[in-house]
């Protein structure tokens, strides 16, 4: 999961799942090299090996949390990560519940 601050008064709580690539065997460095192309050559962005070269986008948030009536300029996770306290230029921090996003309590 991941939480941003956002200057429209909201943070957000994100949800992600990481794939990450299989472990390759390393390379045998005695063998000779039959690459005839120079890395140098290459394109930008290309890349060595099969598979996906694409880094996955997140565009719709889990959770919206708007209780601030302006610009939230700080988010961060308690201990635990159960609870997640914000602070904004209202002078207020706001404290939530991540699995229900509701409002604990507004500090000020």
Request: net charge negative; glycine share 6%; with cysteine.
């Amino acid at each position: 999961m991941a939480l941003t601050a956002s200057g429209d008064q909201t943070a957000h709580i994100w949800r992600y799942m990481v794939q990450l690539p299989a472990p390759q065997p390393p390379p045998d460095v005695s063998a000779p090299c039959d690459d005839d192309q120079d890395s140098s050559d290459r394109e930008e962005g290309e890349v060595d090996g099969d598979g996906p070269s694409e880094v996955p986008t997140v565009r719709v948030a889990t959770a919206t949390l708007k209780s601030h009536q302006g610009v939230v300029i700080a988010a961060d996770w308690l201990v635990g990560g159960r609870q997640i306290v914000t602070a904004s230029w209202d002078r207020a921090a706001n404290l939530y519940e991540v699995e229900t996003s509701e409002l604990v309590h507004t500090l000020t």
